[in-house]
């Protein structure tokens, strides 16, 4: 069975700082997807970042960036130029092409400290 | 394009009563997914439809249940609650094309069993 570990419970990082939060997962497929969602205090969860499993260059959307490790199973955010408004829950997904079920790590909550 | 919609918002009950949440996804979206988010598993999922089928189904006991209308709107029903089903009950959709690979969540309705 498919697995997603966000070993950091919680992280805090300085105004206008980087923060790399860590995900790692388990899987024996080839063809996937990989999610960064965000979840501020008002619950509403949205997308940050998708990538491709079969894509070796890593997703950018614009102060957020992934970096894909497939062999080694790792799909960590890069956040830069840290914003208050970047506070929130982040939580890494996984999704095997073949199917609609998601499997969500159980988060990491950020804190962005003034 | 207005995003998912969950009604209510908010639902208090007692244990051994019954629930129904409703969901109604982004116009298009034929997809819909429901999920289960407390403190301290993290999001599981629940299951999800697609054209009024399940598609895909989780671990959960029979006492959760769905089902699908053909609009796409879809209802979530647990029933004999138990004080352990209080969480956010998140419901999310996805569209086609490259919106096929993206879920786009709700604001979720947050459950109490007393």
């Known amino acids: 069975a498919q697995t997603v570990t966000q070993s950091q419970p919680e992280m805090s990082v300085q105004e206008a700082e980087t923060v790399t939060l860590s995900c790692t997962y388990d899987?024996?497929?080839?063809?996937?997807?990989l999610f960064w969602y965000k979840q501020p205090p008002s619950r509403q969860m949205i997308l940050v970042i998708r990538?491709?499993?079969?894509?070796?260059q890593n997703a950018t959307e614009n102060r957020f960036s992934v970096n894909f490790q497939k062999a080694a199973k790792s799909f960590s955010l890069k956040i830069s130029d840290s914003q208050l408004g970047d506070a929130a829950m982040y939580f890494c997904?996984?999704?095997?092409?073949?199917?609609?079920?998601?499997?969500f790590g159980t988060g990491t909550r950020l804190k962005v400290l003034a | 394009k207005a995003g998912v919609t969950q009604t209510p918002r908010y639902l208090i009950k007692t244990r051994g009563q019954q629930v129904t949440l409703s969901c109604s996804p982004i116009?298009?979206?034929?997809?819909v997914s429901w999920y289960q988010q407390t403190p301290g598993q993290g999001l599981q999922f629940l299951f999800e439809?697609?054209?009024?089928?399940?598609?895909n189904k989780g671990n959960f006991p029979g006492r959760f249940s769905g089902r699908q209308f053909s609009n796409s709107r879809s209802e979530m029903n647990v029933s004999t609650l138990e004080l352990g089903d209080s969480a956010l009950y998140l419901c999310?959709?996805?569209?086609?094309?490259?919106?096929?690979?993206?879920?786009?969540f709700g604001p979720g309705t947050r459950l109490t069993v007393l």
């Open positions: 116009s298009g979206h034929r997809s």
């Open positions: 899987t024996s497929e080839s063809d996937y997807y």
């Open positions: 999310a959709s996805s569209g086609t094309g490259r919106d096929t690979d993206t879920q786009y």
């Open positions: 439809y697609f054209s009024e089928t399940q598609r």
């Open positions: 990538q491709e499993a079969y894509k070796q």
């Open positions: 997904a996984y999704r095997h092409w073949g199917t609609y079920k998601y499997i």
